[in-house]
């Protein structure tokens, strides 16, 4: 490995340990709001099957995600936010 590549990472980990001991900031911070997947569900009428199905995942994915166990992700959260903004569509488009 080259030496200055090396270096940097050595840097890395040290200024990743201080953060995380609280010895210094990070340089930024990205929070995201989480989607209330159990309000967009009952938004739109249906149980849980019927939502499962339509987001395409198990009921104990959709379970785990309305009791905050799991959070939804990638393309999860673009329906989602598909969803909230246009149920009709949504539902006109997957139940076809």
């Known amino acids: 490995m080259d030496k200055s590549l090396f270096d940097d990472l050595a840097q ?8 995380r001991t609280g ?4 340089s ?5 709001e989480q ?10 009428g249906l149980s ?3 939502f499962a199905r339509l987001m395409r995942v198990s009921v104990k994915t ?6 905050h166990r799991r959070y ?11 969803v909230s903004a246009a149920p009709e ?4 488009t997957l139940h076809g």
């Open 89 to 92: 569509a949504v539902l006109k």
């Open 28 to 32: 930024r911070r990205f929070e995201m």
């Open 12 to 19: 890395s980990l040290k200024e990743s340990a201080a953060i």
């Open 72 to 82: 939804p992700t990638g393309p999860a959260v673009a329906l989602l936010k598909i």
């Open 23 to 26: 010895a210094a900031a990070p």
């Open 48 to 50: 849980q099957n019927e």
């Open 62 to 67: 959709l379970q785990n995600w309305e009791q």
């Open 35 to 44: 989607t209330d997947v159990k309000a967009v569900r009952e938004g739109i």
